[in-house]
DNA sequence: GTCTATAGCCAGATAGAC
DNA sequence: GTCTATCTGGCTATAGAC
């Protein structure tokens, strides 16, 4: 008797189907976003179950209810927060235009992009640095950038004489480095050049553009 | 009579001296060996106090008799790191060779370095976003680094045809990023690049001469 | 100065009412 | 699904013998 109630209750939920489901994803998804709150600014150890229930202006114990424990809850933000900065990385990779144009557009639109999510490239190297099999995880992903492309078209590039020679992955590192650095280092930078919240903004806006001229200049043959 | 004997064990302690000036270093500084292993693998909230005495091989309760609390213990530890990554970027503002020396000689030795202490980067730019004081604490350090004559050289440089304009507030993190990043992000080079711990070791090797070049090549004037 | 034993607290996790 | 109340373990810190 007891085992055809509980039949009935999943058929009950499998006929509510989509509504059933919403609902769900609702109060999972508020749990969510405050988890990312807190654990970016705090990492996975200084981070707070109540802080988050709190944050997300729910129970602690309802934590528990959708994501086991806290180790589970913050793989599903790394996840998340990770499946924003690969599509950014990506777009360098596997567009067809020029080198030229993919070191423009990817660091003004990186850039801006980050401008938004400060917290994030923070957090994630902090915690693929702690943790070195997340990688992994995120490897096994599908859309985790691959450099081939990148390569081959760079190397077109320096042998028809436009671009001076230098290796793909070195390359690369330098874009990204270049790009990821000043929201990694702020604190330091802000510091070293007296800057403060506001020229901090200023300093990040031109170098939407300086960026990209830097490594031009650099790679590209006079 | 306990208080003339506590009195000649003092008396006793003052003869000798050195000696157990000596010791008693040795053990305070064990334990600070011990926490920076730790405290760099792990963060202030990752840190146990007790792998910290294990790491030392000594007491738990020895750590609170030299450092009365955790957080002591850590501002020591982070102090100590800042006090090694100080003169290094200090290196390349503060002597009087040309931008292009300064740059070829910083990231020879800043590579060099950094490769014989590669949690270094990590442990300071995450507690500097963790906790944004620390910053403040450190400023009034003496040895601390400076812009301005940097920039002056700098400066001069361009106004005579050396060099390309650039600022120098942008010059300067660049130059750092290019040269921090690899060990901030060793595990996303490692998984974009597909390189094993010796392959990474040899990108970083010739690293210690090609981001001089990548740069020079970029504001020096053809 | 160095140890053992333990106090005291706090945070993650769960039981169980509704 | 959501809440309150509580268990449990682990960690910092200290008391106290030697």
Request: charged residues 25%.
């Amino acid at each position: 008797m007891l085992f055809f109630v509980s039949l009935s209750t999943k058929w009950l939920n499998y006929l509510v189907g989509m509504k059933n489901t919403d609902n769900k994803e609702t109060t999972e998804h508020q749990i969510l976003e405050a988890a990312k709150v807190v654990f970016q600014a705090k990492g996975m150890e200084g981070a707070r179950m109540q802080e988050i229930a709190d944050q997300a202006g729910i129970n602690k114990a309802m934590l528990h209810y959708y994501y086991r424990s806290k180790e589970k809850l913050f793989e599903a933000v790394f996840k998340s927060a990770f499946l924003l900065l690969a599509p950014q990385l990506n777009a360098i990779l596997n567009d067809d235009s020029s080198i030229e144009d993919k070191i423009k557009n990817f660091t003004f639109n990186y850039v801006t992009f980050m401008m938004k999510h400060p917290y994030l490239p923070n957090f994630i190297f902090q915690e693929l640095n702690r943790k070195e099999d997340f990688i992994q995880l995120l490897k096994q992903n599908t859309g985790f950038p691959k450099l081939e492309k990148f390569k081959s078209k760079l190397d077109s590039e320096i042998s028809r004489g436009i671009l001076n020679p230098i290796e793909a992955d070195q390359l690369f590192v330098n874009i990204i480095a270049l790009n990821i650095f000043p929201f990694l280092g702020k604190p330091l930078i802000k510091a070293f050049a007296n800057k403060d919240d506001k020229t901090y903004k200023d300093f990040l806006e031109s170098r939407k553009t300086e960026v990209a001229n830097f490594i031009i200049n650099s790679i590209k043959r006079q």
